[in-house]
Structure formats: structure tokens, C-alpha cells
């Protein structure tokens, strides 16, 4: 928008890391060269470590840039890698390789092809991991045996690392001391000084064709050092949005106000230098309970406020420093507890195959097929039928010994029964008289078990 207006060719504060538009402070100029030698000599691990804002992706990419004609780069620079397949996965990718359709073994035998089989000159390859300090410590023992592998005398994975200061904690662990023994080139970054935020700033307007001299005067860089600290990050944020009110105003120059304006537009907050003479005037508004020790004016000023318990007024600088520093020293003790979630880290030697869950649809259970019969025997089907009872019982033995004698036997009695039924037909049966107490003797025989 403002290009056109202050006659520049380019964005001279872009919002991403841009190579071209490097500025060799001294701090990261040294890095870059000692990143470069330890690379080029494949002497071990480089590691560079520094704030948020202060560099660390740019000189990832330069090193990216600077090293791609003479080896395959591998620069992962999302460093939220949960699995060792997915690790294997971005490193095939950023150099070329199939990295589809394999399991964990695979990608690893592929990684090893490539750079030991001729796909890959015998230098080796250059792997660098930004924001490394996000990667669980599986990971990072899966990048140190990556190191291990070796052709001709030379290593075939030269590694550089970068991340905050987390990251050189974390090789503090004892788990991590293989690794730390490997590191063989520490770098560590740091915010520019005044003269350095001055000299930056003049020269990103001169790379994108303005006069930064003119553009932006010495009291206007002296304002965007104060409001950043030298924060290259926060830097470019900040003349970039103080360019844009400029344009708005219809001025030529960047004057220290609209610095001011435009670091208040940005963070919501007054800006630093608005307090510095009020310091004395109101006192300081500091959290904490309203019986704690306090002046006399302190205490009449609580009693006033009492629908707010929680707040409370003190003019005694040393009382707040007292306490801002026990308040520091709790957050001490908390950053250097050890971390849960790596708790459960081993070497590698003992990391067993990551499983991967497969959700398929479950079968129906009736279709299942059953290994195993079970099989129920009926008690009364497993009982020996006992013998029919014989119309004479004097013939039970002889039928018992003889089936076919028995059936003989049954059927002459059938025939003489049919034969006295033809010769009497008319004849009368008697008819029993009913005795009822001989029924009830003969029914409880048989409950008995008896025969009648």
C-alpha cells in the first residue's frame, strides 16, 4: 500500500524470514559461520539456540540455501513430528524419495539405500530441524543414530539443530548424554543491540530501494529499540505498521510518534515509555492479600476498596521487589521440574515397533464360525430302556435268553385272546362292584413302588 508513496521497490519488513534480505549482525553472523564450517567439515552436531523472533528459521534457511548445490537438504521446519514412520516420511520427501505406502522398517531400509547405495553422493546429506525443541526425545534418539551411519570416513547425515532454550535443557537430561556428547558446535542468538536495530532498519528500507537514513531518523530508531528490545520479529511488525500510519498521515518521514501509535495498535498495552515518570505519582497495583504488611496509607486505601479483596496499593518499592522476586524464584522451581509426558522415554535399543489401530467393521456375531462343538447328553436319552414285561412272568427267562421266542410267545397269546372273543361273543362281562378303600391301597402300592 505504502510502497509507491515512499518510492520503494519491495515490502522492506516482510512478516516471514526472507534470505535476501539478511542482515549479518555479529551475533548471527558468527553463528552462520561456525553452523557453515561445522557442515562443511562434517566435524558433528551443530546446534543453535535463542529466543522467540531472534533468527533461528532465517539461518536455517540460509544454511538450506547455501549448502543445497553440494548436498540433498532435508530442512524440516514443523518440528510436530509424533511418530518415527512420520519423521521418516518428511525426510524422504524433502529429498525426493517414495515415502507412500511403507510401514516404519521400510522407510528406514530406504533412508539407508539412499545415502549408502550410490542414490546419494558419498557426502552425505544435510538435515537440518527447526524448532527442534518440540520433538519428543524418541525422535531425537531416532535423529542421533542417524549420525551413526557413515561412508568412506565421512558421515552421510550431517545434522544441525535449532530451538530455544528448552532445547539445551533437554540435552541436559542424563537420557540425552549420548547425544550431547555428539554436539560438537553450540551457537546462541541474541537480540540486537541499539546501534544494531539502527543499522537494521536503515538497511531493509535501502534493500527494498528506499533511503532509510531520511526514511527513518536516528530519535525514530532509538523509539522502535525502546518499544522491542531489538527483537528482530517485533521489529519488522513495528516499522512495517509505522510505514502504513505514516502513509495515512501523508508524511514523508516516520516520526517517534507514530512508532508510539503503532506499537499501540499492536500489543493493546500503553506503550513503555508513557510510565517511566508516572512510576512515582501512582505507585505500583500488585496482587495479594489485604492482612500482608503495608504502610498506613496502603491499608486506609484497601479498607476504601474493600468490593475488590484481591488488589491492593503499595508505595514501598522494596516490599514489591521482595515479593516479585520470591514470585520468581517459584517460577524457577517449576520450569526445572522434569516434564511427565517423557517419563516413559528409553533408548532406542528398547523402543518397541510403534503400532498403528486399524478401525474395520465389525462381522456379525452369528456369522462367526466356531472351533469347538459343544455337545449335551440328555440323561433320559442316555438311560437303558428296561424291558417290556411279559404277559406270563414264568417265560421271562426264556424270552429274555430268546427275543424271537418272546415275539412267538406274544403273538399265540393275541391269537387266543381273538379266538375266546369269536367263540363268546354275546357273552356278558361281569361288571366289578366298586370298592373304593381297595382303589385307595392299590394307589398307594403304587406310589410306593409295589406291585399290587
Not at 530451538?163 to 540486537?192: D, H, V
Not at 515479593?323 to 526445572?336: A, M, P
Not at 433320559?380 to 424291558?387: G, I, N, R, V
Amino acid at each position: 500500500m505504502y510502497g509507491a508513496f515512499f518510492a520503494l521497490k519491495k515490502q522492506p519488513f516482510a512478516s516471514v524470514p526472507q534470505t535476501d534480505q539478511y542482515f549479518p549482525a555479529a551475533n548471527i553472523e558468527a553463528a552462520r559461520v561456525a553452523l557453515t564450517r561445522c557442515i562443511e567439515r562434517g566435524e558433528g552436531v551443530g546446534m543453535v539456540v535463542g529466543p522467540t523472533g531472534t533468527g533461528k528459521s532465517l539461518l536455517c534457511r540460509l544454511l538450506a540455501e547455501q549448502f543445497k548445490a553440494t548436498f540433498p537438504i532435508a530442512e524440516l521446519s514443523c518440528g510436530r513430528l509424533s511418530t518415527r514412520r512420520s519423521l521418516f516420511q518428511a525426510i524422504l520427501y524433502k529429498i525426493g524419495q517414495p515415502y507412500r505406502g511403507m510401514d516404519e522398517g521400510e522407510l528406514r531400509i530406504a533412508l539407508v539405500d539412499y545415502l549408502t547405495l550410490g542414490k546419494a553422493p558419498y557426502r552425505g546429506m544435510v538435515l537440518i530441524v527447526d524448532e527442534a525443541h518440540t520433538l519428543p526425545l524418541r525422535l531425537l534418539d531416532e535423529i542421533r543414530m542417524m549420525t551413526n551411519l557413515a561412508g568412506q570416513g565421512r558421515p552421510l547425515v550431517r545434522l544441525s539443530l535449532a530451538g530455544n532454550g528448552s532445547l539445551e535443557e533437554r540435552f541436559a537430561s542424563p537420557k540425552m548424554e549420548s547425544f550431547n556428547q555428539r554436539i560438537s558446535t553450540r551457537c546462541y542468538l541474541e537480540a540486537l543491540s541499539r546501534s544494531e536495530t539502527q543499522d537494521y532498519i536503515h538497511a531493509q528500507i535501502d534493500l527494498a530501494g528506499g533511503c532509510g537514513i531520511d526514511l527513518f531518523a536516528e530519535d525514530t530508531c532509538q523509539s522502535v529499540f525502546k518499544a522491542t528490545d531489538g527483537v528482530p520479529r517485533l521489529i519488522n511488525q513495528l516499522c512495517d505498521h509505522a510505514l502504513l500510519l505514516a502513509y495515512v498521515a501523508g508524511s514523508r518521514i516516520v516520526e517517534p510518534a507514530q512508532i508510539e501509535e503503532a506499537w499501540a495498535d499492536l500489543q493493546q498495552l500503553p506503550t513503555p515509555w508513557n510510565g517511566d515518570g508516572q512510576r512515582e505519582q501512582c505507585g505500583v497495583i500488585e496482587f495479594g492479600r489485604i492482612d500482608e504488611s503495608t504502610d498506613e496509607s496502603s491499608k486506609q486505601t484497601a479498607a476504601d476498596n474493600s468490593e475488590f479483596p484481591s488488589l491492593r496499593v503499595a508505595n514501598d518499592f522494596d516490599e514489591v521487589d521482595a515479593e516479585l522476586s520470591q514470585v520468581c524464584r517459584q517460577i524457577e522451581r517449576i520450569e526445572q521440574a522434569p516434564e511427565k509426558t517423557e517419563d516413559d522415554f528409553q533408548p532406542l535399543g528398547t523402543i518397541k515397533p510403534e503400532i498403528e489401530l486399524v478401525l474395520t467393521d465389525t462381522d456379525h456375531p452369528f456369522n462367526e464360525e466356531f472351533e469347538h462343538e459343544e455337545v449335551i447328553t440328555d440323561r433320559y436319552a442316555a438311560t437303558t430302556a428296561a424291558p417290556c414285561p411279559l404277559l406270563h412272568p414264568e417265560k421271562a427267562a426264556e424270552s429274555a435268553e430268546s427275543p424271537a421266542a418272546e415275539i412267538e410267545n406274544i403273538e399265540s397269546e393275541i391269537n387266543n385272546i381273538k379266538n375266546d372273543a369269536e367263540s363268546q361273543p354275546n357273552k356278558p362281562r361281569p361288571i366289578a362292584a366298586v370298592r373304593r378303600h381297595e382303589y385307595k391301597r392299590l394307589f398307594a402300592k403304587l406310589l410306593q413302588g409295589t406291585s399290587p
